[in-house]
């Protein structure tokens, strides 16, 4: 579910502090992230970049641990590559829990300029 940011029973839930981005082709950019686990067990999350072709993704830290009602920010560098058209495109962000397979979706605006 695009721009809902809790999906799976409410288990995870993520917040773009970024929505919108304006860049160049092969240029990187940072997004934030804010992340709750809701769910009663530790959890363990990634971050997947979805809908737009890019370079390199990586996030900081690479892997979040979570307690139970615990909060934390995560930083989400995204580099796109040079062939990647001028215009505007939309990413789907999700944050994805080990533990429990919960997903929190949201989507990131990417404007490449030419």
Known sequence: MANDP????????????????TTSPDE????EIQVLNTARVIEQVRVEVLGVEIAAAESEP??????????????LRLRFPRQLPAGTHTALIQVVGQSTGAVAE?????HVSA
Do not use: G, Y
């Not at 990187?28 to 997004?31: D, G, H, I, L, R």
């Open 106 to 110: 949201n989507e990131l605006v990417v």
């Open 28 to 31: 990187s950019v940072e997004v």
């Open 6 to 21: 809790t999906t799976d029973e409410q288990r995870l839930r993520a917040d773009l502090l970024t929505t919108e981005v």
């Open 62 to 75: 690479s892997t979040l641990t979570l307690f139970p009602d615990e909060s934390a920010r995560l930083t």
